[in-house]
């Protein structure tokens, strides 16, 4: 289990961060089969994660808008992984 502290200058954001880690963890966890930070590059992830902004910037649905930035926080994520991988 994860525990986080928000600091008391964005606790206002509290319940969006929380709706929007748990976004994060379970779209990670529907792609862990894909083991993306240790079989492809660091420009190869780049690349994924510059398609997940263009995806995001081409969804017209608010619901699915917000989904696309949770996949545009999880390949910076991924990157953050391979990048202390090295």
Known sequence: MIKLVVPASIQHYEDQLESFLLGMIHKLDLNSH??????????????LLF???VEYKNESGRKRRLVELMD???FAFLLYLAERAK
């Open 51 to 53: 398609q997940e902004v």
């Open 72 to 74: 545009v926080a999880n």
């Open 34 to 47: 894909k083991d993306t930070p240790t079989t492809e590059t660091i420009e190869r992830i780049l690349e």
